[in-house]
DNA sequence: TCATCATATCAGCATGTGGTGATATTACCC
DNA sequence: GGGTAATATCACCACATGCTGATATGATGA
């Protein structure tokens, strides 16, 4: 029974999918799925603000989930640990199918648009 | 390269690590993983309030990651995939290796209470 | 040293969103 | 049918947090 059982744990297990839970910082994670980049090269992949992908480095960095190393000028930041990439692998094929659900999971950020 | 590739795809991910990154639906997914529970019976193993469960529930289970089948009085709630306890045991092994960092991951939240 | 590029940091704003209390709904038992 | 238990829904509040623009820091090259 290796599940999360205390309540500390879970604290800290919501902060670790906190950093996979908004658009941005996943947009950065995908992007660094494909190896390591500068702040600029993510900037445009993403097509985020440069102070906008700073703070989501920094705090992707604070994680653990992103490591970074300078390189002159430039800081060229990867995942820092396989897991992450398979979090996001499993996330995506179980969204294969509770994908329409997730889709109309609007409870917190929409107040109709629940026709069907 | 089944990552996630396109903008769209992003959202709906971020959408549904959302309903792992709060302590309170964690709480409620990982009472789940143990087995159907009543809405009572999440209660009183997570010590939320009644109307706070039902309203994470509910999102949850639009989201498609809990299944609810009625029983009289009762509505018994379950993981509606075995992928869901797998991700929660997947970030749970990440976690063994990160969590130091994510203990200190404070950027966007200042509160302690973390004292043990 | 000065200019410039790459990155980090910060304050402020707007909004998302979790918690609560009250209340509605539904099903059961007497 | 009346009362009660189990659950769902809603409005409201407080706060977390993502975004932006401005600016600071640091490294490189001329």
Redesign the pocket.
């Known amino acids: 029974m290796l599940l999360v059982a205390n309540p500390k744990s879970i604290d800290i297990q919501a902060?670790l999918f906190?950093g996979f839970?908004?658009?941005?910082?996943l947009s950065i994670l995908s992007a660094l799925h494909g190896g390591a980049l500068?702040?600029?090269?993510?900037?445009e992949a993403t097509g985020?603000?440069?102070?906008?992908?700073?703070?989501?480095?920094?705090?992707l960095?604070d994680c653990g989930l992103v490591a970074?190393e300078?390189?002159?000028?430039?800081?060229?930041?990867e995942l820092s640990d396989k897991r992450v990439g398979r979090l996001l692998i499993l996330a995506d094929e179980l969204l294969a199918d509770v994908a329409k659900g997730v889709y109309e999971c609007t409870?917190?950020?929409i107040?109709d648009a629940k026709n069907g």
């Open positions: 902060k906190r839970s908004d658009p941005s910082r500068t702040v600029s090269e993510i900037v985020l603000t440069q102070s906008n992908v700073s703070n989501h480095l920094a705090c960095r970074a300078q390189q002159g000028r430039f800081v060229y930041y409870r917190y950020t107040k």
